[in-house]
């Protein structure tokens, strides 16, 4: 049912390619990011750096946020990478990091069961019913 709804969720802007006008690091993510609290003091892993759009880091680091339990934060980074890519783009955004992150928990079904599957599952199905709500 899921991918069915991304499906839906995606075709009205099946087809649009985002040029590559940013340099952006394409494997943003929570445990790529150093902090001292609230301060952010490096970020780590760039093997991915190169032309992208950083609208998909926004996009990348609200799902984490989203698993985590931090809608608000999630909100905040959706809402910035709409900025950046506009509607349409984030509709693009938001699906493709919901296949690759769905790939992923197929992939580590092994170590760790449904647990990660559902947990992935549950984080988009929340993003999406805000952004099919606004």
Do not use: K, M
Not at 52 to 74: K, P, Q, T
Not at 85 to 96: A, E, H, M
Request: aromatic residues 6%; negative net charge; contains cysteine.
């Amino acid at each position: 049912p899921l991918c069915a709804r991304v499906r839906r969720w995606l075709q009205p802007v099946w087809g649009l390619r985002l040029p590559p006008t940013d340099y952006a690091n394409n494997d943003l993510n929570l445990s790529n990011i150093l902090a001292d609290g609230a301060l952010i003091t490096g970020v780590v892993d760039w093997d991915e750096f190169a032309l992208g759009s950083r609208g998909l880091d926004l996009v990348a680091l609200a799902f984490d946020c989203e698993r985590g339990g931090g809608r608000a934060a999630a909100d905040r980074l959706l809402a910035q990478a709409a900025r950046v890519v506009g509607d349409d783009g984030l509709r693009c955004l938001v699906s493709y990091r919901t296949i690759a992150s769905l790939a992923h928990s197929f992939r580590e079904r092994e170590s760790y069961g449904d647990s990660l599957a559902d947990a992935e599952c549950a984080a988009v199905s929340a993003i999406l019913d805000r952004l099919e709500a606004e």
